[in-house]
């Protein structure tokens, strides 16, 4: 061996835990750096799923005010619900459904729903069947086309009061429903036992109690 080989192994024997000491620390300062390193790395691909979960749920969140929920349902070819965009028209929905079914009345449907109205979330639409409108279940109010003007006043109009009570041969059964003590199982007896002659045909057909029948005479009709 060389002298200055020997110098060195030497030295080392004499500074041999100083040595160690240093080495040790070295070592240990090593690891913690690779530690440190590591762990600002995982944080930092932490911080960045957070804000793309966060983005996602604003998206899904914007998207959600976009679109409506709606149920068709009746004398369509195809009820059901559809998610519609917010914005649409009754008619949308129509086109949704697959348009009004054979069995439909048509001629009811487009005098009494108006196909550029707005439809809002949650909202239902039913189309009645033909059935429904021919049996009484639906029936269409009368009303003044005055689309471009204010209704005339008529002055010194006579007002027949029988037009204020619900009649019995031609109300719904939503029409007859708010009629004190009928509910809507005895508003669909009322229209399944028609024609009246009378408003007493309530009670000699046995449809309604002697109770009932005085609570509603004054606001019934059967003309």
Known sequence: ????????????????????????????????????????????????????????????????????????????????????????????????????????????????????????????IYVPYLWEITSGIFVENPRILNYLSTIPIIKDAVIDKSQERTNINTASIDELDELPGIGAVTAQKIIQNRPYSNIEDLQSKKIVSKTVFENIKDQITAN
Do not use: C, W
Not at 33 to 48: A, G, Q
Not at 84 to 106: H, T, V
């Open 1 to 124: 061996m060389s002298e200055d080989l020997l110098k060195t192994i030497k030295g080392f024997k004499k500074y041999k835990t100083e040595s160690i000491l240093i080495i040790s620390s070295i070592i240990v300062t090593l690891i913690s750096l690779f530690i440190f390193l590591t762990s600002s790395s995982k944080d930092t691909n932490e911080i960045y799923i957070d804000e793309k979960t966060d983005n996602s749920k604003a998206k899904e969140k914007e998207d959600f005010k976009d679109e409506i929920i709606i149920d068709v349902s009746g004398a369509v070819i195809k009820p059901g619900v559809y998610s519609l965009k917010n914005g649409s028209r009754i008619n949308d929905a129509i086109d949704r459904a697959s348009g009004l079914s054979y069995d439909a009345d048509s001629y009811y449907f487009y005098r009494n729903f108006n196909l550029a109205a707005l439809i809002y979330d949650q909202e239902k």
